[in-house]
């Protein structure tokens, strides 16, 4: 209930923005002339009395403006009557042309009365052009001028005061049956704090003075910033900025109108994010609830809201400058080349598209299987670079036939496939969704990278790849042992194509990631959840992960560098997930524990307590890029990794999920030496399929 105010605005904007800005209804012959002959009859009677009221206000001032200075004949003339009348009418018909009577009284502001002054100077002009055809007026002579300036002064103030009484009627009639009816229902109405710009505080007053059963009443305002010289708006007490909000409740509470209700302008001009974060913090400790309307005109105008997220820089969350990485190679490698970009519609995807775009390929092929990503992606990059050939090709990485089509069309020389299952959780209870899409996938897009003479592959992997525990990291690790089986089949043949894994943390600002998540807590007023106090992590922005892959890659390929090899950037040390949700707390102004507290929520199914960037079956060696480590692995023959992820592909088909944890677990184990090399297979299930083909007909 307290909540009205908010919701009918959300409401109205709902409303607003389901409906078209312009609607065109056709009416035929007869509803049209229905329709005029309903309103014409009450329109024409109103203007019918406001134009009897101002030709009388015109000609009783135009009499009393003569009383006040004239000093000739006129008053004792015999066509002062016609002369006064002729006065009115005129005037008053160039008010018409000039379309004052198309405004309605009730709603008479300032900015009308600016207008009406406008209008009444050439109009009563007209006016006295035709009071000096009669003798008697000419005869004022040198009084004339005062006459005329005294005319107009009053004839200006008449009218003015006419719409002036019109308006204040209205205005008490309403207020009168509203607090009539407050009486009527007898209760106590809750009071609300305002918090917001003067202007927005004044219209959110009026909507609410206008309404006839309001749910709450105004008791404070608090401005975004201390204003010294605003005492009231709209006969509210103005009690400081929102920082004073403690203050303004314990003030309130000595009056015995201690608020319940905080009502907040969030349109991200009045409050930022990390002043709106502190308002709903103390509004919580001090049993507020908080009402946040919205940018409504986003609503209206079809547009996004104006709302400008701020962004936290590398330094101020993790404690570290973030790197940049040169790039004189990469041009060599993408200017004047089809490259295809899987899962380009993604985080870290659509960042590729958006920084390969700018080495000016001879054509970018996005794939991605969402159409509302690949949609954005696309429409951005044709905005930023229409003059870079954008091809949106939707397709799931899991079907080979579309694959292969997609390679047969567009013939890429270069493949960076970063399309993949990320979230830890969901692979962990959907494992066979994740072999799917992390291993099948990355098998069919290699394949396809072989079959159609591609130059490279660039694998998008992550650090939960390394010793991993969950399906997700599994997955990735086994996607990146194929990748490097099949760069080392070339080891050999200079031209074959490569097959790189550029390894990397958690990235910064990424769908599903924990900065995002905070921020909305923080914004809400709720605690920030951690799973474990102990649990940490590998941070870098989405700029340094793209850099990473697209400088490795082309070093990789300029220099031929050593087959089998993973490059890793150096992200420096692991940051502990409490102590970044403690810095952010701070960074927006508050204070640990006090204003925000941290639960902890337990480790979720498949995650790691700690993330490593190397296997223990790899060795570390230093590269000759800056900022980048290189690991070498144990590879798995091929032919055995084939086989096993063919038997991967038979539990898929079956829906085993324990068959598909099994085989790929066993997998990852194989480099180290904890499994031995040889053919995965289950006895049971190659007797299964063994029948299901022997059933199948030719």
């Known amino acids: 209930m307290s909540k009205n105010i908010a919701d009918r605005a959300a409401s109205s904007a709902r409303s607003a923005s389901s409906r078209p800005l312009l609607r065109i209804r056709k009416l035929d012959g007869a509803r049209e002339n229905a329709a005029i002959g309903r309103f014409s009859l009450r329109r024409t009677f109103r203007n019918q009395l406001l134009i009897s009221f101002d030709t009388l206000t015109i000609g009783a001032t135009f009499i009393a403006a003569f009383l006040l200075v004239g000093r000739g004949p006129f008053l004792q003339s015999e066509g002062i ?37 406008a209008l009444i100077l050439p109009c009563i002009g007209l006016g006295w052009a035709v009071a000096l055809l009669s003798p008697a007026v000419r005869a004022e002579q040198s009084n004339l001028a005062a006459v005329i300036a005294i005319h107009w002064l009053l004839a200006t103030s008449g009218l003015v005061t006419l719409r002036a009484l019109r308006r204040l009627v209205h205005e008490h009639l309403t207020r009168t049956s509203s607090a009539h009816l407050r009486h009527v229902a007898g209760r106590q109405l809750p009071h609300a704090l305002l918090v917001g710009s003067p202007d927005w505080v004044l219209s959110i007053i009026e909507m609410l003075r206008r309404e006839t059963t309001p749910s709450f009443v105004i008791s404070g305002i608090l401005l975004p910033t201390l204003n010294d010289t605003l005492m009231q708006i709209g006969k509210v007490p103005v009690l400081g900025s929102h920082d004073d909000i403690v203050d303004a409740v314990e003030r309130l509470e000595a009056k015995d109108q201690r608020p319940s209700l905080v009502i907040a302008s969030d349109d991200g001009n009045d409050l930022t994010n990390r002043e709106m974060a502190r308002l709903t913090s103390r509004a919580r400790h001090l049993g507020l609830e908080l009402s946040r309307i919205r940018d409504c005109w986003s609503h209206i105008l079809q547009r996004s809201p104006s709302a400008v997220h701020e962004e936290l820089s590398v330094k101020d969350l993790l404690g570290r400058s973030e790197f940049t990485l040169e790039g004189e190679q990469i041009t060599s490698q993408i200017s004047g080349k089809c490259v295809l970009v899987t899962g380009g519609g993604g985080t870290i995807g659509s960042e590729l598209c958006w920084q390969l775009a700018s080495f000016r390929p001879s054509k970018l ?66 494992p066979c969704a ?265």
């Open 81 to 117: 009557s016609w002369t006064t009348a002729g006065m009115g009418i005129v005037t008053v018909l160039g008010l018409f042309m000039s379309g004052l009577y198309r405004r309605s009284w009730r709603f008479f502001s300032f900015a009308h009365s600016i207008h009406l002054v």
């Open 365 to 430: 092929v996005v794939l991605d299987h969402s159409e509302y990503h690949l949609y954005a992606a696309e429409m951005k990059l044709r905005e930023r670079y229409p003059d870079v050939p954008i091809e949106a090709e939707l397709c799931n990485i899991r079907e080979r036939s579309e694959v292969r089509r997609i390679f047969a069309k567009h013939r890429p020389t270069i493949v960076y496939h970063a399309a993949a299952l990320k979230h830890v959780p969901i692979v962990e209870t959907s």
């Open 434 to 698: 994740g072999v799917h899409t992390n291993i099948l996938g990355t098998r069919i897009i290699a394949d396809a990278v072989c079959e159609f003479g591609a130059r490279a592959m660039v694998q998008v992997s992550t650090d939960k790849a390394v010793n991993p525990v969950g399906m997700m990291g599994a997955t990735k690790r086994v996607g990146e042992l194929y990748s490097q089986a099949l760069d080392m089949c070339g080891i050999d043949d200079p031209d074959a194509p490569r097959f790189m894994t550029v390894r990397f943390g958690n990235v910064l600002g990424s769908s599903g990631s924990i900065v995002p998540l905070f921020q909305r807590q923080l914004r809400e007023g709720r605690p920030l959840t951690v799973t474990h106090p102990d649990i940490e992590r590998f941070f870098m922005t989405v700029r340094e992960a793209v850099q990473l892959i697209l400088q490795s890659s082309a070093a990789a390929l300029s220099e031929q560098s050593q087959r089998g090899t993973i490059f890793v950037l150096d992200m420096g040390k692991p940051v502990r997930i409490v102590d970044l949700a403690y810095r952010m707390i701070r960074l927006y102004g508050l204070q640990p524990e006090i204003d925000v507290p941290v639960q902890f929520v337990g480790l979720r199914p498949g995650e790691k307590l700690y993330e490593e960037l190397f296997d223990i079956c790899e060795e570390q060696t230093s590269s000759r890029i800056k900022g980048i480590f290189e690991a070498q692995s144990r590879p798995i023959p091929l032919p055995l990794i084939s086989r096993s992820i063919d038997q991967l592909a038979h539990a898929v088909e079956a829906g085993d999920q324990a068959e598909a944890r099994r085989i790929t677990h066993t997998l990852v184990k194989m480099p180290s030496g904890a499994a031995s090399f040889q053919v995965i297979e289950n006895p049971a299930m190659s007797q299964d399929t063994s029948r299901t083909r022997s059933r199948t007909p030719a």
